[in-house]
C-alpha cells in the first residue's frame, strides 16, 4: 500500500468527498488558501470558493451558518483552525448541533462535521495546544473522533462526513507529517470502533490520538523484559466502544489510559468508570492513566516537555501496575 | 398598504391570522394559570402585527427561524395549532414529540426551522439556510426573528457583516419590544434604533410602526423582493411592545401601568379592525366572527392537547442520534 502523511491523507478524504457528493461544502478561516498546515490546499482550485467557503475570524457564527445550512439541506463541514478556539463556538455546537434532533423529535437532522486540530507540537503555549475533547464527549447528540494514523484519518473522516449527527473530528497537529499506509481504494473506518494495534496478555494499554505512537514504542520496549502489552485506540471516545476495552482487560487483567489531555475529568476517566463495570473481577491492579498535569499547557519548549505524556512515563506506568506489591 | 376594497379579503385574512395568535396564546395564558401547562413560557401577545405581516409574504420552502418568544412565528409560517399546542403541554403528539417545548419549537413541514432558547441564536442558523438557499437557486429565502436584547450580542454582529459580505438572501426582523428581559433598551446600549448597526454594516434597514400591520407588510414586500433578485440581505426594526411580562408569571413590575395603558391603544388586531370598519364594508357581528372562531380553534387545540399521551418513558433517550 502507498504510504501517506496524515495530513495528505486528510487531503485526500476531503477531496474524495467533496468529488462524491454536491452538497459537501467547507467552511473556515482560510480554507480557500489551503489554511495554515495546507490540509485544504488546492481544493478552491478544483471545486471553487463557492464550496470552499473562506469565513471572517466570526467562530460562533460560522458554527452556527453551518448548522443553519446543514439544516435546510447541505453536509458542510466547518474547520475551527485550533480546538482552542472552538469555546467561542460552543454555544452553537452544544445548543443548537447537538439537540436539534432529539428537540424536534427527529425532524431535523445536522449532517455537520467540525474539523479542528489539537495537541501539543512545537512550543505554540496555552492558546494553541490544548486538548479539549471530554468537554464535547460529555455532550448527548455529538460524535468525538479522534484518528492516530493517516488510514484511520482518512477513513473516519469519510463515516464522519457521511453521517447524519455532527462530528466533531479531532486531528493532532503532531501527526500531520507523519507517514503510514493508506489504501488507495475507497475505505471507510466506521465510527464507534476501537482497534487493538498490539497484541499482549499482561496489560492493556489505552491510548488516544498522538498517545498512540509512544503506546506502541513503550510496548516494544516493555517486551525486552518479558511485559507483553496489548495496545488499544479506541479512535472514537463517543461513542465509546467499551467491549473492545473491556473484553482486552479481562484477558490481561490489568490497564493503564494515556491521554494527552489533563487528567482530571478527561475521557480516561470514563473509560476507567466503564472498565470497573464490566470487568471489576478480573483486574488484579488498581488502573492507572498517565495524562498531562493539571495545568495550562506552558510555551516554553522545556517545560512543554515535562508536561506530555512519553513513552518514559507509559513504561513507568506500566511498570507500576504489573509489579504492584501490597505496601 | 391600506385597507380598501380590492383587497378586504386579503385584510380579513390576515387579521383572521392575527387572532389564531392571540387567541392562542391568551388560551396558553389561562392554561398556565391553571397549570395545566407547565413551565417557562414568552408570550408575544401585543406582537402579532410583526408575525403575520412578515410571514404572509413568503413561500411554505422559505424557511423561518424564531427566538424564545415564537408562537406567533410559527402560527403565521403556518404551524399546525393542534400540534403547537401540543408540544407546548409536553405531549406526545406534538410537533417535537414534548422533546422541545415551547421554546424549541421546530414546525419543518411548513418551515418554521426552529426556535431556541438562546437570545440571538437563531440568527446564524437563518445564515445558513440562506446560504443553502442562495447555491440552490430556487428564489428562497430565510427570515430570522429577534428581540432588541439580541442587538447587544455577539453573534448579532457577526451575521449581520458575514450576511452583508456574502449577499445572503435573509430579512433580519427585529422585534424591538424596548425591553431585554427587565431592562429597557437605553440601559444595555446608547444606540436608539437597532437599524443603525444594520447600515453600518451595509444592509438596507428600515424602522417601521411594528404593530402597524400594513406597514410591516410594506417593508417585508420590499425585503423579499429585495432577497429574490439576489440583492443581499434587508433588515427590519419593528417597534413595538409585548402586553405580557417577560414570561408568563413575571409581575413585570419594571414598566409603569401607564405605558401599558398607551400600547394598549395601539393594539394591532383593533387597529386593523377600525381600518376595516371605517370602510363600512364590514359590521362588528362580522369581525366579532373572526374572534369566535378563533378562539374555536384554540380550545380545539387544547382539547386535543390535554386528551393526548404523555411521551412514552421509553423516549426519554430516543432521537439523541439520527440513524445515517
Known amino acids: ?327 | 398598504m391600506a385597507a380598501n376594497k380590492d383587497n378586504f379579503k386579503e385584510v380579513i385574512e390576515l387579521l383572521r391570522r392575527m387572532w389564531l395568535i392571540r387567541a392562542f396564546e391568551e388560551k396558553v395564558s389561562s392554561l398556565y394559570a391553571e397549570r395545566q401547562i407547565v413551565g417557562l413560557l414568552h408570550l408575544g401577545i401585543g406582537q402579532e402585527a410583526v408575525a403575520v405581516g412578515a410571514l404572509s409574504l413568503l413561500r411554505n420552502d422559505d424557511y423561518v427561524y424564531g427566538g424564545h418568544r415564537s408562537h406567533g412565528h410559527a402560527i403565521a409560517k403556518g404551524a399546525d395549532m393542534n400540534k403547537l399546542m401540543a408540544e407546548i403541554a409536553g405531549r406526545a403528539t406534538g410537533y417535537c414529540g414534548g422533546k422541545g417545548g415551547s421554546m424549541h419549537i421546530v414546525a419543518k413541514e411548513c418551515g418554521f426551522m426552529t426556535a431556541t432558547g438562546v437570545v440571538g441564536g437563531t440568527i446564524p442558523l437563518a445564515l445558513g439556510a440562506a446560504f443553502a438557499s442562495k447555491e440552490r437557486k430556487k428564489g428562497q429565502l430565510a427570515v430570522v426573528f429577534f428581540g432588541d436584547g439580541a442587538g447587544q450580542a455577539g453573534p448579532f454582529h457577526e451575521s449581520l457583516n458575514i450576511a452583508s459580505l456574502w449577499r445572503l438572501p435573509v430579512v433580519f426582523i427585529c422585534e424591538n419590544n424596548g425591553y431585554a428581559e427587565f431592562t429597557p433598551l437605553s440601559a444595555h446600549t446608547k444606540i436608539e434604533r437597532l437599524a443603525q448597526h444594520a447600515k453600518t454594516y451595509g444592509i438596507p434597514a428600515s424602522t417601521v410602526d411594528g404593530n402597524d400591520l400594513f406597514a410591516v407588510r410594506d417593508a417585508m414586500t420590499k425585503a423579499v423582493a429585495s432577497c429574490r433578485a439576489g440583492k443581499g440581505p434587508v433588515f427590519i426594526e419593528c417597534l413595538t411592545h409585548r402586553m405580557r411580562g417577560h414570561y408568563e408569571g413575571d409581575p413585570a413590575k419594571y414598566r409603569e401601568l401607564s405605558q401599558l395603558a398607551e400600547w394598549k391603544k395601539k393594539d394591532p388586531i383593533a387597529r386593523v379592525a377600525r381600518a376595516l370598519k371605517s370602510k363600512k364594508a364590514f359590521t362588528d357581528a362580522q369581525l366579532e366572527a373572526i374572534e369566535m372562531e378563533a378562539r374555536a380553534l384554540a380550545d380545539k387545540a387544547t382539547e386535543f392537547s390535554l386528551a393526548s399521551p404523555w411521551p412514552s418513558e421509553f423516549d426519554v433517550d430516543s432521537q439523541v442520534y439520527a440513524v445515517t
Open chain 1, 1 to 327: 500500500m502507498p504510504e501517506q502523511t496524515y495530513l495528505d491523507a486528510i487531503r485526500a478524504g476531503l477531496e474524495e468527498e467533496l468529488r462524491r457528493d454536491p452538497s459537501v461544502y467547507i467552511f473556515g478561516e482560510d480554507v480557500a488558501l489551503g489554511g495554515p498546515f495546507g490540509v485544504t490546499k488546492g481544493l478552491a482550485e478544483t471545486f471553487g470558493i463557492n464550496r470552499l467557503v473562506n469565513t471572517p475570524i466570526s467562530e460562533a457564527t460560522v458554527m452556527g451558518i453551518t448548522i443553519g445550512a446543514a439544516t435546510a439541506g447541505l453536509r458542510p463541514i466547518v474547520e475551527i483552525m485550533f480546538i482552542d478556539f472552538i469555546t467561542l463556538a460552543m454555544d452553537q455546537l452544544i445548543n443548537h448541533a447537538a439537540k436539534l434532533h432529539y428537540m424536534s423529535g427527529g425532524q431535523l437532522r445536522i449532517p455537520l462535521t467540525v474539523r479542528v486540530q489539537c495537541g501539543i507540537s512545537g512550543a505554540m503555549g496555552a492558546h494553541h495546544s490544548q486538548s479539549l475533547e471530554s468537554w464535547l464527549a460529555h455532550v448527548p447528540g455529538l460524535k468525538v473522533v479522534m484518528p492516530a494514523n493517516p488510514a484511520d484519518a482518512k477513513g473516519l473522516l469519510k463515516s464522519a462526513i457521511r453521517d447524519d449527527n455532527p462530528v466533531v473530528f479531532v486531528e493532532h497537529r503532531g501527526l500531520y507529517w507523519s507517514k503510514g499506509e493508506v489504501s488507495a481504494n475507497e475505505t471507510v473506518v466506521p465510527i464507534g470502533k476501537a482497534i487493538v494495534m498490539r497484541r499482549g496478555e499482561q496489560i492493556t494499554i489505552v491510548a488516544l490520538s498522538s498517545m498512540v505512537g509512544p503506546a506502541l514504542a513503550a510496548a516494544n520496549d516493555l517486551k525486552a523484559e518479558g511485559i507483553a502489552a496489548e495496545v488499544i485506540d479506541p479512535r472514537t471516545i463517543s461513542p465509546l466502544d467499551i467491549e473492545t476495552i473491556a473484553s482486552s482487560v479481562k484477558k490481561t487483567s490489568r490497564m493503564i489510559v494515556v491521554h494527552e489531555a489533563v487528567e482530571q475529568g478527561g475521557i480516561g476517566a470514563e473509560i476507567v468508570a466503564r472498565v470497573q463495570q464490566e470487568a471489576f473481577y478480573h483486574l488484579d491492579s488498581p488502573i492507572v492513566r498517565v495524562a498531562a498535569p493539571f495545568a495550562p499547557v506552558p510555551a516554553s519548549p522545556s517545560l512543554e516537555e515535562n508536561f506530555v505524556p512519553s513513552k518514559s512515563k507509559i513504561i513507568d506506568a506500566v511498570r507500576r501496575t504489573v509489579y504492584r506489591r501490597e505496601s
